[in-house]
């Protein structure tokens, strides 16, 4: 009992606080705006990320990590559309099988292509990590994710490389279906420091569901963007929730750049 009224007293406070930064935030947009009358408003992402945060406030934290992932899959459409998808691609075959209430996810990754240069050396150890989202919802929280062997080069392949994924999870239930997706992170490998994150692809499982064993997808790489006002929205939720803070540290991680890392500063990691 002592124990879950410190809970209480240290989780109540901080939502509260959160819920009075994001409305004073709100309060201030109004005001802008209020002095400005020329601004159209029906285009302007200040008043769209106000509306986000009013709205994400009362959603629970699985409903707010379906949404982020329905916004996130249509925002990568739109940026390989607009030529934003510069890191490479991902190609490999998938396949979802229906089997008694769940289903079973194969994957296999084959290789990567067009890598950028992320070692001073110009190369790349790349290996791709394979995770079922939105992870951290009642839904998910129990997959695994998989991780690829470390290959050195720009077009990397990975032979033998399969992925099997059993999936309690009946589709037609959800209220967000597109957002329960596969995404192919890929990674530079640093032995002398964290990792580099090259980029990701997100793939709605629907699309596997008719998909023949020896179809191939070929997806365009991108870095997620990190200023999203939903993306914001989570940042502060992970103030007062486990698993939204556990996904925040894990998508913070998510930048990156095509700058390689300079030797001098691979030597201090060393120390």
Same mark, same amino acid.
């Given at each position: 009992?002592?124990?879950?009224?410190?809970?209480?007293?240290?989780?109540?406070?901080?939502?509260?606080?959160?819920?009075?930064?994001?409305?004073?935030?709100?309060?201030?947009?109004?005001?802008?705006?209020? $002095?400005?009358? $020329?601004?159209?408003?029906?285009?302007?992402?200040?008043?769209?990320?106000?509306?986000?945060?009013?709205?994400?406030?009362?959603?629970?934290?699985?409903?707010?990590?379906?949404?982020?992932?329905?916004?996130?899959?249509?925002? $990568?459409?739109?940026?390989?559309?607009?030529?934003?998808?510069?890191?490479?691609?991902?190609?490999?075959?998938?396949?979802?099988?229906?089997?008694?209430?769940?289903?079973?996810?194969?994957?296999?990754?084959?290789?990567?292509?067009?890598?950028?240069?992320?070692?001073?050396?110009?190369?790349?150890?790349?290996?791709?990590?394979?995770?079922?989202?939105?992870?951290?919802?009642?839904?998910?929280?129990?997959?695994?994710?998989?991780?690829?062997?470390?290959?050195?080069?720009?077009?990397?392949?990975?032979?033998?490389?399969?992925?099997?994924?059993?999936?309690?999870?009946?589709?037609?239930?959800?209220?967000?279906?597109?957002?329960?997706?596969?995404?192919?992170?890929?990674?530079?490998?640093?032995?002398?420091?964290?990792?580099?994150?090259?980029?990701?692809?997100?793939?709605?499982?629907?699309?596997?569901?008719?998909?023949?064993?020896?179809?191939?997808?070929?997806?365009?790489?991108?870095?997620?963007?990190?200023?999203?006002?939903?993306?914001?929205?989570?940042? $502060?939720?992970?103030?007062?929730?486990?698993?939204?803070?556990?996904?925040?540290?894990?998508?913070?991680?998510?930048?990156?750049?095509?700058?390689?890392?300079?030797?001098?500063?691979?030597?201090?990691?060393?120390?």
């Amino acid at each position: 009992k002592q124990w879950y009224q410190r809970r209480v007293r240290v989780k109540i406070p901080k939502y509260y606080r959160c819920v009075n930064v994001a409305l004073k935030r709100v309060m201030g947009l109004l005001v802008d705006h209020s $002095q400005n009358l $020329q601004v159209h408003i029906d285009n302007n992402t200040d008043l769209e990320h106000m509306k986000h945060i009013l709205e994400c406030l009362s959603e629970s934290p699985d409903e707010l990590l379906y949404r982020y992932f329905d916004r996130e899959i249509a925002a $990568q459409e739109r940026k390989i559309e607009e030529g934003w998808a510069n890191r490479g691609t991902v190609s490999f075959t998938a396949r979802l099988v229906p089997q008694g209430a769940g289903m079973v996810l194969n994957v296999r990754v084959l290789r990567c292509d067009s890598l950028p240069k992320m070692d001073t050396i110009g190369s790349c150890d790349a290996f791709v990590k394979l995770t079922i989202h939105p992870k951290y919802t009642k839904e998910l929280e129990k997959l695994k994710s998989y991780k690829t062997k470390t290959v050195k080069n720009l077009n990397p392949e990975f032979p033998e490389h399969n992925f099997t994924q059993t999936i309690s999870l009946d589709f037609s239930s959800l209220t967000r279906p597109k957002a329960v997706c596969l995404q192919f992170a890929v990674w530079d490998e640093d032995f002398y420091g964290p990792d580099d994150f090259v980029g990701e692809a997100l793939i709605p499982l629907e699309e596997f569901l008719h998909a023949t064993p020896s179809k191939v997808f070929t997806r365009p790489l991108v870095v997620p963007d990190l200023e999203d006002g939903l993306y914001c929205v989570l940042k $502060q939720r992970a103030v007062y929730n486990g698993p939204i803070k556990k996904f925040v540290e894990l998508r913070n991680k998510m930048t990156s750049t095509n700058a390689p890392r300079s030797p001098r500063k691979s030597f201090l990691n060393i120390l």
